[in-house]
């Protein structure tokens, strides 16, 4: 599938929006969708995302959880419309309103020590916010209640996670040590992952997709799914986004706290969902924009080397 052009999304952003559009670019992220900032005559700005044919229950997902996500109090963006006919583009198209912030990770090393604790109460509310809503019906990321798609186990999810991220890597990367580490980590801790009960949590709310805004947490921007399960996943997810390009991430460390208690063994749980997630961010993905980091560059390099820090601690028992 390749882009839709800047052209085609504005024209389609004035026919679904009954607006005149004036201008698109593209937004430099979005591993499942292709993502468009668009400028209207009213001088109002609105995201486009557009996604393929069969990947159309996403959007439909993001209105349903957006719905009940708001009826708990949690930030999220309005949906002011959508078109999944194919019409107006050859693809479903979504459009939401654009929310002041930026990812997380973008503006996390400009935050200050009290705006980093800020942002950490922001998102440790909408924790408790989010487990206002029901149980799942199994687990990992669902569309729906009655998505069909549930896991009956958590250590499923992250097997799924683990060899989906192997099917993206070279030959040569899947005969790292790190791999094995991680092979061996989820031998050891699934008895535990299989303890975790089906309980609701943001599943793709990390480094990114947390916008922040004058120190504090304005929204979370991709509902297509919900996750149920273990909480701590994205929180291992945006450790390791955040130490990829920082020293430190000791704002999600204070997010996580609670839900490792003090456990060695949910410490090492924690760095397993780090290593999975940082082997995830290796992987390619077909509708990435720049794809992942050369293993050359200063983020690749940065990201190998957590890989084999997480993937070492998570194997290992005290």
């Known amino acids: 599938m390749k882009p839709p052009t800047e052209q085609a999304v504005v024209q389609a952003t004035s026919c679904c929006l009954q607006q005149e559009a004036l201008?698109?670019?593209?937004?430099?992220?979005?591993?499942?969708?292709?993502?468009?900032?668009?400028?209207?005559?009213?001088?109002?700005?609105?995201?486009?995302?557009?996604?393929?044919?069969?990947?159309?229950?996403?959007?439909?997902?993001?209105?349903?959880?957006?719905?009940?996500?708001?009826?708990?109090g949690v930030p999220v963006p309005r949906v002011l419309s959508m078109d999944l006919t194919g019409m107006v583009l050859p693809w479903p198209v979504m459009f939401l309103e654009q929310v002041p912030g930026d990812d997380l990770c973008n503006?996390?090393?400009?935050?200050?020590?009290?705006?980093?604790?800020?942002?950490?109460?922001?998102?440790?509310?909408?924790?408790?916010?989010?487990?206002?809503?029901?149980?799942?019906?199994?687990?990992?990321g669902v569309a729906h209640y009655d998505?069909?798609?549930?896991?009956?186990?958590?250590?499923?999810?992250?097997?799924?996670?683990?060899?989906?991220?192997?099917?993206?890597?070279?030959?040569?990367?899947?005969?790292?040590?790190?791999?094995?580490?991680?092979?061996?980590?989820?031998?050891?801790?699934?008895?535990?992952l299989d303890r975790v009960e089906p309980l609701p949590y943001l599943i793709d709310a990390t480094h990114q997709n947390v916008l922040v805004h004058g120190g504090r947490v304005s929204a979370i921007v991709d509902l297509d799914e919900l996750g149920f399960g273990d909480a701590l996943y994205p929180l291992g997810a945006a450790r390791a986004g955040l130490l990829t390009r920082g020293p430190e991430a000791g704002?999600?460390?204070?997010?996580?706290?609670?839900?490792?208690?003090?456990?060695?063994?949910?410490?090492?749980?924690?760095?397993?969902?780090?290593?999975?997630?940082?082997?995830?961010m290796l992987a390619h993905s077909p509708l990435s924009v720049a794809g992942p980091p050369p293993a050359d560059s200063r983020l690749g390099a940065r990201l190998w080397a957590l890989l084999d820090i997480f993937a070492t601690?998570?194997?290992?028992?005290?």
């Open 23 to 72: 201008r698109a670019s593209r937004v430099p992220l979005g591993r499942s969708h292709f993502v468009f900032r668009v400028e209207l005559a009213s001088g109002e700005r609105v995201i486009a995302r557009i996604t393929r044919a069969d990947r159309a229950e996403c959007f439909t997902g993001f209105a349903y959880w957006r719905r009940q996500l708001a009826g708990v």
């Open 251 to 280: 704002c999600i460390e204070q997010v996580a706290a609670p839900l490792c208690a003090d456990d060695p063994v949910r410490r090492r749980v924690f760095d397993l969902y780090s290593a999975i997630a940082a082997l995830k």
């Open 313 to 318: 601690a998570a194997a290992h028992k005290e």
């Open 107 to 140: 503006v996390y090393a400009d935050l200050t020590a009290a705006e980093k604790r800020g942002v950490a109460d922001d998102l440790m509310d909408i924790h408790r916010s989010v487990r206002g809503l029901p149980s799942g019906p199994g687990f990992g």
């Open 147 to 192: 998505d069909g798609r549930c896991h009956p186990r958590w250590s499923h999810v992250m097997e799924e996670y683990f060899t989906g991220a192997l099917e993206h890597l070279t030959s040569e990367q899947r005969q790292t040590q790190a791999v094995t580490c991680i092979r061996t980590a989820l031998r050891g801790l699934g008895p535990e």
